[in-house]
């Protein structure tokens, strides 16, 4: 029982979050000005939490930051895309006000412990398809935790308000 402490596995974190705010959104919910303060903050709880096998998807903005954070520390990184790489990339990575965001997705995908596709069969963005990824995201996330005999812990960049549609961070 005293040693119990020294072989504990961290847990298993799983990562939800917002994307930066496109160039048209009428009401700021996260600006690219955010972005520093977001990524101390998403650093700060995967210290806090020892966060070893984090699991995400790779929008800009939130899942991109935990992602990057993740391997900073060399933790083991899973990336579930809602869609096939290039249409994922097209409806949640590109943005003409901050095209550095691009760069950032190639590189987590390049650096991720494993890539998974949840939906092969078509390219269609719609709420449906992120809603499966997100249910794919969690079981995931869960399943590994049972293998590990450890739990699942969220970090979540939410703004408390209902999303844009079905299969966001409101969820």
Known sequence: AACDA??????????????????????????????????????????????????????????????????????ETQIVLALEKDAFRAASVDTPAAPAWAESFETVLTQATAVRVANRHSSHADGVAFDYATRQLIGLARLRARQLDTEVRAIVLWDGRPGDGSGGTAW
Not at 46 to 59: C, E, L
């Open 6 to 75: 020294c072989f504990q596995i961290a847990p298993v974190t799983l990562f939800l979050g917002h994307l930066t705010d496109a160039p048209n959104r009428a009401i700021p919910r996260f600006p690219e000005t955010m972005v520093p303060a977001v990524r101390e903050r998403i650093r700060a709880a995967i210290a806090a939490s020892r966060t070893r096998i984090g699991y995400a998807g790779a929008a800009r903005g939130g899942d991109l930051l935990f992602l990057e954070c993740l391997h900073e520390v060399g933790a």
